[in-house]
């Protein structure tokens, strides 16, 4: 049984790739930020480097 340790971020447009020990949880996915875990209501994208969200 494999454990998972990493997955993508549960926003659509976004590129990250999350520690799931270290998401944002909500509504029963994880986030790499609380902008994408808020759907992005100030139009602002994560910030991580790389990712256009």
């Known amino acids: ?3 998972v340790t990493h997955m993508k ?3 659509e447009s976004c590129l990250c790739v999350i520690a799931v020990e ?5 509504n029963g996915k ?3 930020s609380e902008e994408c875990a808020e759907g ?3 139009g602002v994208g994560c910030g991580h480097s790389g990712c256009e969200c």
């Open 1 to 3: 049984m494999a454990i």
């Open 9 to 11: 971020c549960a926003c």
């Open 22 to 26: 270290d998401a944002i949880k909500k």
């Open 30 to 32: 994880s986030y790499c």
């Open 40 to 42: 992005h209501p100030q």
